[in-house]
């Protein structure tokens, strides 16, 4: 639990950023560079469009 105390303070401290961020991505159409063979890193992009909430979940 102690480990994501840090996650979840950080989480609640930018919830409202984080909302923003991802409500600005909604309904544009996303280049994931193919449909049957997305170039990896355009769909990483498009499926993680928050770059707070990437930055708290990638310090875990």
């Known amino acids: 639990a102690a480990k994501f ?9 930018n919830e409202d ?5 991802l409500i600005a991505a909604e309904g544009k159409p996303q280049d994931i560079g193919g449909y049957f063979k997305p170039d990896t890193a ?3 992009a498009a499926m993680r469009p928050s ?7 990638d310090a875990i």
């Open 5 to 13: 105390a840090p996650v979840a303070a950080a989480l609640t401290e």
């Open 17 to 21: 950023k984080i909302i923003a961020e």
């Open 42 to 44: 355009k769909a990483t």
């Open 51 to 57: 770059a707070t909430l990437n930055a708290i979940i």
